[in-house]
């Protein structure tokens, strides 16, 4: 039976929505299988999701930069109201809106207990990590939909104290699922704090919520670096630097003209793999991690929550294919920069976020420009985003979310 509506990557530049079952308190069964769990899911929800946002990483799938096959089901970004529950779920109710990490973790694993929720080891036979509706990341069904299972429910969800302040906020809110704690943990990885000076690569949603959350970390000034100019105004309007990588002056003749020196005290690799040259030229993916070596003082750290990935079939160079980049590693060395890599374990800072939210001083969405459109509309919004618009598109399934 269907009736639940869901985006899906059907080829190389084109996203379907699709009538599918609704979700079951069932895990997939390739992860029940190779991890010796039972496939009944007593400890999951089902939600109706009430806004549930596109990503750049989803952009990688769309654009045939990984290995997502076609019916790959989309969306990580989940902010929902349970709408059914499990036996085994003890904390949470029907009715209760909640944020969903993007990381699926199951709260029992050695690197669930740490902290490490973004490598849990027992949701994903491929690798350590998961995430709803990803390539490689254990078959979970995607959130952008009507409806989405989230398994773990006690441990992975986050309810928000009043669901009349919730509702009323949800633009912001909608991005502690990924977005904002992503370019949060970009920014503390680098070490951002009171009166440093940073530089941001990219000025896409993640890139823009790295600039913000280097603002709320206190940092004096925040360069934000790309090649689109209708994102580099959006980084202007919450008062960052910015340098535009199409110029003919280098990356650090531009920070020169702003800080009167060609360094900075760290910096946030919010770009990824699908990086081009200085000028705006040919891909060249380890670009943005030189840059932000050569431009980093000896001694910085740099923040990378921007995607790498294993297999990346669209690259140029055979190497790149398989995840290996010309990156000057000697650089870093010599200047000692230390390195953060991978997923964000958004449960780390979502709580923090929150408060800042609901105690009004947080404005993520005005940040990154969140733009509703609804659900059908999926289609146009990866294609607007794909063009470079300086929006973060929120799908809004149920017409939940209020009118701004």
Same mark, same amino acid.
């Given at each position: 039976?269907?009736? @639940?509506?869901?985006?899906?990557?059907?080829?190389?530049?084109?996203?379907?929505?699709?009538?599918?079952?609704?979700?079951?308190?069932?895990?997939?069964?390739?992860?029940?299988?190779?991890?010796?769990?039972?496939?009944?899911?007593?400890?999951?929800?089902?939600?109706?999701?009430?806004?549930?946002?596109?990503?750049?990483?989803?952009?990688?799938?769309?654009?045939?930069?990984?290995?997502?096959?076609?019916? #790959?089901?989309?969306?990580?970004?989940?902010?929902?109201?349970?709408?059914?529950?499990?036996?085994?779920? #003890?904390? /949470?109710?029907?009715?209760?809106?909640?944020?969903?990490?993007?990381?699926?973790?199951?709260?029992?694993?050695?690197?669930?207990?740490?902290?490490?929720?973004?490598?849990?080891?027992?949701? @994903?036979?491929?690798?350590?990590?998961?995430?709803?509706?990803?390539?490689?990341?254990?078959?979970?069904?995607?959130?952008?939909?009507?409806?989405?299972?989230?398994?773990?429910?006690?441990?992975?969800?986050?309810?928000?104290?009043?669901?009349?302040?919730?509702?009323?906020?949800?633009?912001?809110?909608?991005? &502690?699922?990924?977005?904002?704690?992503?370019?949060?943990?970009?920014?503390?990885?680098?070490?951002?704090?009171?009166?440093?000076? *940073?530089? *941001?690569?990219?000025?896409?949603?993640?890139?823009?919520?790295?600039?913000?959350?280097?603002? /709320?970390?206190?940092?004096?000034?925040?360069?934000?670096?790309? &090649?689109?100019?209708?994102?580099?105004?959006?980084?202007?309007?919450?008062?960052?630097?910015?340098?535009?990588?199409? #110029?003919?002056?280098?990356?650090?003749?531009?920070?020169?003209?702003?800080?009167?020196?060609?360094?900075?005290?760290?910096? *946030?690799?919010? *770009?990824?793999?699908?990086?081009?040259?200085?000028?705006?030229?040919?891909?060249?993916?380890?670009?943005?991690?030189?840059?932000?070596?050569?431009?980093?003082?000896?001694?910085?750290?740099?923040?990378?929550?921007? &995607?790498?990935?294993?297999?990346?079939?669209?690259?140029?160079?055979?190497?790149?294919?398989?995840?290996?980049?010309?990156?000057?590693?000697?650089?870093?060395?010599?200047?000692?920069?230390?390195?953060?890599?991978?997923?964000?374990?958004?449960?780390?800072?979502?709580?923090?976020?929150?408060?800042?939210? /609901?105690?009004?001083?947080?404005?993520?969405?005005?940040?990154?420009?969140?733009?509703?459109?609804?659900?059908?509309?999926?289609?146009?919004?990866? #294609?607007?985003?794909?063009?470079?618009?300086?929006?973060?598109?929120?799908?809004?399934?149920?017409?939940?979310?209020?009118?701004?």
């Amino acid at each position: 039976m269907g009736g @639940n509506r869901i985006v899906v990557y059907k080829e190389p530049g084109r996203v379907e929505v699709e009538d599918h079952d609704m979700p079951k308190l069932e895990v997939p069964a390739d992860v029940a299988q190779a991890k010796g769990m039972s496939r009944e899911a007593p400890h999951a929800v089902i939600l109706k999701n009430v806004s549930t946002n596109i990503c750049g990483s989803d952009q990688h799938m769309v654009r045939g930069r990984t290995t997502a096959p076609p019916g #790959q089901t989309l969306g990580h970004e989940i902010t929902g109201e349970i709408i059914e529950k499990g036996n085994d779920v #003890q904390f /949470l109710d029907v009715g209760d809106i909640v944020t969903v990490p993007f990381n699926i973790a199951c709260g029992r694993c050695r690197n669930c207990r740490e902290g490490a929720t973004g490598i849990c080891v027992n949701v @994903n036979p491929a690798r350590a990590g998961s995430a709803y509706g990803y390539v490689d990341m254990g078959g979970w069904e995607g959130g952008q939909a009507d409806y989405v299972m989230v398994p773990f429910a006690d441990f992975n969800l986050m309810k928000f104290p009043d669901r009349d302040q919730a509702l009323a906020k949800i633009r912001d809110l909608t991005m &502690l699922s990924d977005i904002f704690p992503t370019g949060y943990h970009g920014a503390v990885s680098a070490g951002v704090t009171t009166g440093m000076t *940073v530089y *941001v690569a990219g000025a896409g949603p993640v890139g823009l919520a790295a600039a913000y959350s280097a603002h /709320l970390l206190g940092a004096a000034v925040v360069i934000v670096g790309d &090649l689109n100019k209708e994102r580099l105004e959006q980084a202007r309007s919450f008062g960052c630097e910015t340098v535009d990588i199409g #110029q003919s002056a280098t990356l650090e003749e531009q920070i020169d003209q702003i800080l009167r020196t060609n360094e900075v005290d760290c910096a *946030v690799d919010a *770009v990824g793999f699908e990086a081009t040259g200085h000028g705006g030229g040919e891909e060249k993916p380890a670009q943005v991690l030189n840059d932000i070596m050569s431009i980093t003082r000896a001694g910085g750290s740099l923040g990378i929550p921007g &995607l790498y990935v294993t297999g990346d079939p669209g690259a140029a160079d055979p190497d790149a294919k398989e995840g290996t980049l010309k990156v000057r590693l000697g650089l870093g060395w010599a200047k000692s920069h230390s390195f953060v890599t991978g997923q964000c374990p958004v449960l780390r800072y979502n709580r923090k976020l929150m408060m800042a939210i /609901l105690h009004d001083k947080a404005h993520i969405a005005d940040a990154v420009n969140a733009t509703v459109i609804p659900l059908e509309d999926a289609p146009r919004g990866y #294609q607007e985003f794909d063009r470079g618009a300086a929006r973060k598109y929120v799908l809004d399934p149920h017409g939940m979310v209020p009118a701004a």
